[in-house]
Each structure stands twice: as structure tokens, then as C-alpha cells.
């Protein structure tokens, strides 16, 4: 049986039989238990992929966030010792982007994971498999003003679009074990997979996830997130964790259902710190040989620093309520000596069935006008700002759908006024199923 026969099979088998059905899991409802600490959740080391901590903690690749942070999925534990974990959304999108370079589609976006662990004495195997319905969008991704990166032929940068990620977003395998002393270790190896560079990406930041539009600054912070290849191993001490990465630097191809040669030329290094439950703060750089596929004489040294914070549930008069927010620094430094920053700040407060969400960025864009264009290769300082709502509503066992809208303001330069008009702004109605 091949891995995703495993996993199927894994996620769609036979639970534990119980004297009632199990309850849908919120894994930050373990995070909250009172007296949570390090030493408490060595106990239930079997119940993580990295190590002995609050499941909760553990996100997208091998990145941490706050113990506190929301975390839905489906999770069974079957009679022959498999813990399974499946979760993810779809979501149908109408979206607008006003202005002269501005245009509207109507798109379906997503991400579903699952995953599946089991002891082997000490030590813990889990595998992963992440897809995504991002390529029946097309090559030329969704329309965004401001967004560059990547291309979708082959021939020409993607230039106000954002790009659709790869069918197959993530196929892993994670091998964990306690080294003593309270320290545990893990190997992580992915085809595709995510390197130790950045915070968590945006598709799984509880602060971003219930927003559908992809940040401007995704190519400073987390852009190496479907990385063809990578190599991760790491320590994990209590609060903190270091870890490094030998991963594939080209960023995915425009063919978004094949797997692209793994090259392991780049390297990342990761320390990250949850001083307490409600925190989480990273920093880490990654050295990245030829990311662009239309510039492959150019690498870039990438640096990147975020505090995540989430307050854990409260009861209110509207619902139990959290608070999630992520701010993020990230650099892009080239070898033709050109250094690019960007910065963003976002937050979502989930009450009840209700989510709103906002972000605000910054980034350095060099990339908005394509040569021979008299402005091509000028950097110009972009951003945006916007907020959004999403009511969720029950539609079947561990499934809900959420409506929703997005609106947001872009900020130009008095540069870039002719091309994209005096108050471009994006506008986003959105259907979305979520398990839960």
C-alpha cells in the first residue's frame, strides 16, 4: 500500500470503539488544561509529531506557534496504537481588485492535511500529507494587486496575481525520540516539505488562516513553504527549539501537479522560543541559491523575525472568544547587493461562530513592472491594509461552512499612481468548508 493509501485508510478507519461517539477534538482545548507545563506534557509525548509538548504547539512543517492557538481537525486513535489527524478547507471565492491593473475571478483555494502517528517504543513516527485544489484556478493563480513572485509559464514573473500553490503541498515523514535530560530530537524529511525559515505559513497561522487572500509579504516570511526537497533536523529543550534545514532553493515550477527535481543546494537555521503558553517568537535565516526560475543567477539571503500571540479561550456573553495575532519582519538580500524588507501585523478574534480578521503590510517591490517598461527594476515602498468577517455555521459531523467578506485598501506611492490609480482596494465574497 503506498502512503496515501496509508493515510486514507489511517484517517477513514476504525476509532477506538467508546460508549459514545468521540467529540470533535480542538486541540487548543488541550493547551488550556490547568498546570500544562513542559514537564506534564512529557507525558503525552506519544500525542506529537516533534516532542514531548502540547500538541497544540506544533504547526506547519516544523514550525511552533502559541500553545493556545486554535488548532481544528478530526483525530481518532485506532486499536492498533495510530493516531490520526485530518484537517483543511475549501473555499469559493469572488474576487475583485479595482484600478487600471485590477481584475476580477471567481477562484477555489484550499489545503487538506492529513497525518498519521504511532509509537515505535521511545521514539515517534508520523507522516504527512498536505493537497490542495489551488492548481484548477489556473497557472495564472487569482488576481492581487501589489503581489509578485513565481511565474505561469515559464517566460514571464507573475505580477499583480498571486500564484496557485502545487497540488501536492506537502508529503513528509517525521521521526522524533527523547534524547534525556528533558531534551528530545527529530528528523523531518519532506518531497515536497518546509524548511526551518520563517513563522508559520499563512495557509496555518491561526491570526491568517480564516483569510482568504495571500499576504503581499508571503516572498520575505514564507515563501519556501513547498519546498521540492527538504532535509530538517532539530533539538527541542522545554520552551525552546533549534532547528536547521538542507532544502531545494527553486521556488515550484508552473506545472502545479508535478514534482519538481529536489536539489538540496540552500540552508536555513530556526531558533524559536514559547516562553509561555500564550507566546510564541522566532527568528531564523536562509541562505537560498536561485529561488526565481526567470532569474537563476540570483540568490538571496533571507532573514526573518515574529512574535505570535494567542490568549487562551475566555467565556463571553457572544461565545467563548480568542484572540490570535502574528507581527512578522522578514529581508530579502540579494547578491547583487539589492536588500528588500517588508513587514505585516495581523489578528484575528474568533467569538462563537464569528471570526474577524485584519491585516496591515509593508513590503519593497521591485518587481511591478516588467522590462522593457520605463519603471521596470525601480523599488517602490507598497502596502495594504484590510479587514474581513466569517460567520461559520454546522452543515454535517466535522464539517462546517462559513460565509464571508474581505475588503481592503492598498497604499501607492505617488510613483505608481498612473498605473494603478489613485485608491486601489480588493474585495472578497467567500464561501468556505471547514472540518472540524
Do not use: C
Request: glycine share 12%; proline share 8%.
Amino acid at each position: 500500500m503506498g502512503l496515501f493509501g496509508l493515510l486514507l485508510s489511517l484517517a477513514t478507519g476504525p476509532a477506538v470503539a467508546q460508549s459514545a461517539p468521540p467529540p470533535a477534538h480542538d486541540m487548543s482545548d488541550m493547551a488550556d488544561m490547568p498546570g500544562m507545563e513542559h514537564g506534564d506534557a512529557m507525558a503525552m509525548g506519544r500525542m506529537t509529531a516533534l516532542s514531548p509538548v502540547p500538541m497544540a504547539r506544533e504547526a506547519s512543517g516544523t514550525a511552533w506557534q502559541p500553545d493556545t492557538a486554535s488548532h481544528e481537525g478530526w483525530m481518532t486513535t485506532r486499536p492498533d496504537g495510530w493516531m490520526t489527524m485530518v484537517h483543511g478547507d475549501v473555499t469559493l471565492v469572488a474576487d475583485r481588485q479595482t484600478g487600471p491593473r485590477g481584475d476580477d475571478k471567481a477562484f477555489l483555494s484550499g489545503m487538506g492535511m492529513a497525518s498519521a502517528g504511532h509509537e515505535l517504543g521511545p521514539a515517534r513516527i508520523t507522516f504527512r500529507l498536505m493537497v490542495s485544489p489551488d492548481p484548477f484556478m489556473g497557472k495564472g493563480g487569482y488576481p492581487k494587486l501589489l503581489q509578485t513572485g513565481e511565474t505561469a509559464d515559464g517566460a514571464h514573473g507573475l505580477v499583480d496575481r498571486q500564484h496557485p500553490h502545487d497540488g501536492v503541498g506537502e508529503l513528509a515523514v517525521i521521526l522524533s525520540a527523547p534524547l534525556g535530560a528533558g531534551v528530545s530530537g527529530f528528523v523531518y524529511a519532506g518531497y515536497p516539505g518546509e524548511p526551518a525559515l520563517g513563522p508559520v505559513a499563512y495557509l496555518h497561522r491561526g491570526s491568517g488562516d480564516d483569510n482568504p487572500s495571500a499576504p503581499i509579504s508571503h516572498h520575505w516570511l514564507d515563501s519556501t513553504h513547498v519546498a521540492y526537497g527538504v532535509a530538517t533536523a532539530g533539538l527541542v529543550a522545554g520552551p525552546v527549539k533549534l532547528d536547521a534545514s538542507t532544502f531545494t532553493g527553486r521556488e515550484p515550477d508552473q506545472s502545479r501537479w508535478a514534482f519538481d527535481r529536489p536539489r538540496f543546494d540552500s540552508r536555513s537555521i530556526r531558533l524559536t522560543l514559547n516562553p509561555a503558553t500564550e507566546w510564541s517568537m522566532q527568528v531564523s535565516r536562509g541562505w537560498i541559491v536561485s529561488p526565481e526560475q526567470l532569474a537563476p543567477d540570483q540568490n538571496l539571503t533571507r532573514t526573518t523575525a515574529s512574535v505570535s500571540h494567542s490568549l487562551p479561550r475566555v467565556r463571553s456573553p457572544l461565545g467563548d472568544a480568542l484572540w490570535q495575532s502574528t507581527v512578522a519582519w522578514g529581508r530579502n538580500r540579494f547578491t547583487d547587493g539589492r536588500t528588500r524588507d517588508a513587514w505585516l501585523a495581523e489578528a484575528s478574534l474568533t467569538f462563537g461562530p464569528n471570526v474577524v480578521f485584519a491585516r496591515a503590510e509593508r513590503a519593497d517591490k521591485d518587481e511591478l513592472f516588467l522590462p522593457p517598461a520605463p519603471l521596470a527594476g525601480r523599488s517602490f515602498r507598497v502596502g495594504e491594509l484590510s479587514a474581513g468577517y466569517v460567520r461559520y455555521l454546522p452543515v454535517a459531523p466535522h464539517l462546517k461552512m462559513g460565509l464571508g467578506g474581505l475588503a481592503g485598501l492598498y497604499a501607492v506611492p505617488g510613483g505608481l499612481r498612473a498605473a494603478y490609480g489613485s485608491h486601489p482596494a480588493e474585495l472578497m465574497g467567500f464561501v468556505r468548508f471547514k472540518i472540524t
